[in-house]
C-alpha cells in the first residue's frame, strides 16, 4: 500500500535505477513499519525540470500510505533526500516530498479495497 514515486531530472543508468528502486523500497518499508509486500516504487525516466530557476539536479517525490503517520514524516524525510543524494547526485536541499494519508476505502488493490 506505501507508494513512492520519484520524479528527477537526472540521468540514470539501468544499474543506478534497480539499485534506487530497491533501497527506496526497503527504506520505505522499514521506517512504515509495512512489508516490503506491499511497497511500490517508481521512477520517472528524467523529466525536464527546474528549482529554484536552476536545471541542476533535482527530484520530487510522492509517498502515499494508508495510514501514514505525520510523526515519521521528518525521519522519511531525511532518509529519502539522503538516498537522492547518495544514490542519484540530487543535493538533499534540490529534493521536495510530498506526503499524502490514504484511507483504505479509498486504495484499491486485489479486486477490493483496503
Known amino acids: 500500500m506505501p507508494y513512492l514515486k520519484i520524479k528527477t531530472n537526472a540521468p540514470l543508468t539501468a544499474a543506478a535505477t ?9 527504506a520505505v518499508a522499514s521506517l512504515l513499519g509495512k512489508p516490503e509486500d506491499y511497497v511500490m516504487v517508481a521512477l520517472e525516466p528524467p523529466t525536464p525540470m527546474l528549482f529554484a530557476g536552476s536545471d541542476a539536479p533535482l527530484a520530487y517525490l510522492e509517498l502515499k500510505s494508508i495510514g501514514l503517520p505525520e510523526g515519521k514524516t521528518a525521519a522519511l524525510s531525511k532518509t529519502l533526500c539522503e538516498l537522492m543524494e547518495q544514490e542519484i547526485g540530487v543535493k538533499k536541499e534540490r529534493v521536495y516530498i510530498e506526503f499524502a494519508n490514504a484511507k483504505g476505502p479509498l486504495w484499491g488493490w486485489n479486486g477490493g479495497t483496503f
Open 18 to 26: 534497480q539499485t534506487l528502486l530497491a533501497k527506496a523500497s526497503r
